[in-house]
């Protein structure tokens, strides 16, 4: 007995001493691997990338992340509350790996709440719930020079682009100043289509899209003659300009050479440019078309200048008045390119849902180029290029469409070239002096010593259009007390806006692509949905033709003894009767197939249900009595000896 009590004292001791063991390793491991993970998903969707290792690495002065998030509002909204969760994890772990300098708040903004006040204060935006609450899903960001970035609200469509907007937001914040952003344009951006005469007046409107511009950067305006682009210019905008000479052109050359991005605009016909002021005429020293030969060829970039592409498929409506039938007609010419002939992988174009462009023209790739060539849009496969001099005549919509033949090919309108590159020029050309160089606020300067070779890889995005500026394709604007509302109508300022953020932000940032979404297809699912439709539609329609034919049959014998002069014969009698037994059957065997399309993906739901609710459980039980019956056996066997 005295032995009895021993064991069961001993026993009670190990389950003592094993409960304070798995205490202390869960104690250590939360200390000492607390920013340790395995991240088992297949796309690694819980893994910094090396970009974004990069920026935080090179953050000098703490930054404060605040993410607010609606935890208890959230608690019925499964999809806000998953995306959520993925939001907090990926904070999480840019502030384990920022060495100390990003600080993260969580904070849950309840209603009437200083923290709700708070949000709402930093710019965030809150989604109504039906009961009328509002859910905050956002982050701030601050730095210790009042700096402040946000992300108003974490949108589902952008759930692949979170880890980039996100270093975004940091690396904004590590940034001093605005960037600078140098514009080379003839177009009348800061004055709108009455040029500087009607600025002169007041009365000038600039491009909307310029204004956007302004209010995110610092605004350089270079003239169209300059012989090197300033050294504070992070991005260099070309918008439509008129033709540049060589030592402009070798300027923009060694900008790209010495690491410096560009996003160029070129149009065989730009529409914009010939809109008319107040005046009734176009802004003086108009230019009908543009290029960058030289340098385009150099980059990769073979661009067509004596085409107009047209599209049957993205082909605008217009007003037309020339039919009092008809009072609009499809303008091949004009065209809305959707979403599905952007490049989803790219974050440029990604969040674009759709651009209204005009006369646009067409890009390819230079065969033997050291430039990678990625297409961002492009036209439908119901597209033909127009000579130019045909467009100039000024054809009808109708007469547009009537000589239209589709070559079905794909047009590329705006492409993006990275890669290493070399200088188009083999050395610097002669300074000239006199005639424009007279007009130049730079022209004391000399031009930056020559640079054969990029210093890393360029990174160019070239569009063959310049009217997507153009306020009315894009944008409804309004004046309200003497200012100008807008609403948009096209992602034509976002594009822009998009682009121009990518190619601002560093190596590290351009290198991060989209994730994929964490909610996965259910790709079993989907299989076997096809499947059972591919093996029972036909079916399906076999039955709901047999029932129409039997239904017919009806109506004919109700039809022939419906008269009420005669009493429907036996026979006819039988014939309903059979109809009306086969009509049942039918229609019983239609509801059956419907009810089979669901068999199969309802048997997977409840085997899914079983592993997930139940076979763990029965695997625990099995190897619990396995164990009881081995221990059990040796009891019984130590107890023999003992005899």
């Not at 049957?312 to 217009?318: F, I, P, T």
């Not at 047999?546 to 036996?570: F, K, M």
Request: proline share 4%.
């Amino acid at each position: 007995m005295q032995q009895t009590h021993l064991r069961s004292g001993y026993r009670i001791a190990m389950l003592v001493l094993l409960a304070v063991l798995f205490l202390a390793i869960n104690l250590f491991s939360n200390i000492v691997f607390r920013s340790a993970q395995v991240d088992l998903t297949q796309n690694k969707l819980f893994t910094l990338s090396q970009g974004t290792e990069n920026v935080l690495h090179k953050i000098d002065e703490p930054i404060t992340l605040k993410f607010f998030f609606s935890e208890r509002l959230a608690n019925e909204y499964p999809q806000i509350r998953t995306y959520a969760n993925r939001v907090r994890d990926l904070l999480q772990e840019v502030r384990n790996r920022s060495n100390g300098k990003v600080i993260l708040e969580v904070i849950d903004p309840e209603p009437y709440s200083s923290d709700e006040d708070l949000a709402m204060s930093l710019g965030l935006k809150g989604a109504r719930t039906t009961e009328g609450d509002i859910i905050y899903f956002g982050l701030v960001g601050t730095n210790l020079v009042d700096g402040i970035e946000q992300i108003p609200f974490f949108a589902d469509e952008r759930q692949q682009y979170l880890e980039y907007d996100v270093t975004r937001l940091i690396q904004n914040l590590t940034r001093p100043k605005k960037p600078v952003l140098g514009i080379v344009t003839n177009l009348p951006m800061d004055t709108g289509a009455g040029g500087l005469m009607e600025a002169m007046r007041g009365k000038s409107k600039p491009f909307m899209i310029y204004e956007e511009l302004r209010n995110r950067f610092e605004i350089n305006f270079l003239e169209q003659a300059f012989v090197k682009v300033p050294k504070d210019v992070d991005v260099l905008l070309i918008a439509h300009p008129r033709q540049l000479d060589t030592n402009t052109l070798y300027a923009i050359d060694q900008f790209v050479m010495r690491g410096g991005r560009v996003l160029a605009f070129v149009d065989p016909h730009s529409e914009v440019s010939l809109t008319s002021g107040a005046d009734g005429r176009p802004v003086q020293g108009y230019t009908e078309a543009s290029d960058l030969a030289p340098l385009l060829n150099q980059w990769g970039i073979q661009f067509d200048s004596k085409h107009v592409i047209g599209d049957r498929k993205l082909a605008m409506r217009v007003q037309t008045g020339l039919d009092a039938r008809r009072q609009t007609s499809d303008y091949v010419l004009w065209l809305t390119v959707p979403k599905s002939n952007f490049d989803a992988n790219d974050i440029v174009t990604a969040n674009v849902d759709h651009l209204n462009l005009a006369t646009v023209g067409s890009l390819k790739p230079v065969e033997g180029a050291t430039t990678h060539f990625t297409p961002l849009f492009w036209s439908s496969d119901e597209a033909e290029p127009y000579n130019l001099n045909f467009i100039k005549s000024g054809p009808t919509p109708d007469e547009l469409l009537q000589a239209f033949k589709p070559t079905g090919e794909r047009y590329v309108i705006a492409a993006r070239v990275s890669g290493p590159i070399k200088s188009a020029y083999s050395a610097a050309p002669e300074l000239k002096e006199g005639g424009d160089q007279t007009q130049r606020s730079d022209s004391r300067d000399k031009p930056d010593a020559y640079v054969t070779e990029a210093k890393g890889d360029a990174n160019i995005i070239v569009v063959a259009d310049s009217d997507l500026f153009d306020d009315r394709f894009w944008v409804q604007a309004q004046d309200y007390d003497g200012q100008r509302v807008a609403q948009p109508i096209a992602d034509n300022a976002q594009f822009v806006l998009s682009a121009i953020d990518n190619l601002m932000g560093s190596d590290d940032l351009i290198s991060l692509r989209a994730r994929a979404r964490a909610d996965r297809p259910f790709v079993v699912v989907d299989n076997l949905r096809r499947a059972a439709e591919r093996h029972f539609l036909a079916e399906q329609e076999r039955l709901k033709a047999r029932i129409t034919e039997v239904e017919q049959h009806l109506t004919v014998l109700q039809t022939q003894t419906g008269d009420g002069q005669s009493a429907p014969s036996a026979h006819a009698q039988e014939e309903a009767a059979k109809f009306r037994a086969e009509l049942l059957t039918s229609r019983k065997a239609l509801r059956d197939v419907q009810r089979n399309l669901r068999r199969d993906i309802d048997r997977l739901a409840s085997n899914v249900r079983f592993v997930n609710v139940a076979l763990m459980p029965i695997l625990v039980a099995f190897i619990a009595i396995g164990i009881a019956i081995v221990r059990h056996r040796r009891r019984k066997a130590r107890a023999a000896k003992g005899i």
